[in-house]
């Protein structure tokens, strides 16, 4: 476990000044920081920053316990966890203003059959589906740079994380195991509860997480 929390993988941790993708070789702890520097921009307490740091921490290495235990981490998901925790906080004006692009914790398509049975860790979709949006994109440099360049920071994150293996997409965590996740010290404090679900969760993950797990 050790091991694999020391690991460094390439992923997308930003654009450079000609909006092409940045790869870099990063780590966990490294990679944890987005949810610390989210947390500022949201909250703003300095207090609860400093509290949830090591939360943020047991939260993640549950996470990839939770898939080592399960027979189904390597790579790729590692990959996709470090890409789901470097656009944590990608954010920017949209047509109704500050939109959130991406966040650590979402939910599936409401429209998805399984969207009640899995929280997902980062954004849902393959690479060879069909309404990938960097496809469309493709040769039209002009639409390219219509784009917000937080959004498309994570649609090149999330295109390099799943073309490691066009079959899969992202990693999920049924809801009855998310539970045993959740670090204790968040569980027993309703005030650390809030910001960490609002640091953490899409809408929609909150949604989910209120409707199944919420005391």
Not at 45 to 68: A, H, M, Q, S, W
Not at 109 to 134: M, Q, Y
Not at 163 to 179: E, L
């Amino acid at each position: 476990m050790k091991k694999l929390l020391e690991q460094r993988l390439r992923v997308v941790t930003g654009l450079d000044d000609d909006r092409r993708a940045v790869l870099e070789e990063s780590s966990i702890d490294e990679l944890l920081l987005t949810l610390c520097i989210r947390t500022k921009r949201l909250i703003g307490d300095r207090e609860n920053c400093e509290k949830l740091k090591p939360t943020f921490r047991e939260f993640i290495y549950n996470i990839v316990g939770y898939f080592n235990d399960s027979g189904e981490m390597d790579d790729y998901v590692m990959t996709n966890i470090m890409t789901a925790l470097a656009t944590a906080d990608t954010h920017g004006e949209g047509p109704h203003g500050l939109e959130d692009y991406s966040t650590f914790i979402r939910r599936l398509n409401p429209t998805d059959p399984d969207t009640d049975r899995f929280f997902v860790v980062g954004r849902a979709g393959s690479i060879d589906d069909p309404e990938c949006p960097l496809r469309e994109l493709e040769g039209d440099i002009e639409k390219l740079y219509e784009i917000p360049p937080a959004q498309l920071h994570m649609f090149y994150a999330f295109h390099h994380a799943r073309s490691m293996d066009v079959t899969r997409g992202a990693p999920k965590i049924v809801v009855d195991d998310f539970w045993s996740l959740v670090p204790d010290a968040i569980k027993c404090d309703p005030v650390l509860e809030e910001v960490f679900l609002d640091v953490c969760f899409s809408d929609g993950a909150w949604e989910l997480y209120q409707l199944k797990l919420a005391a």
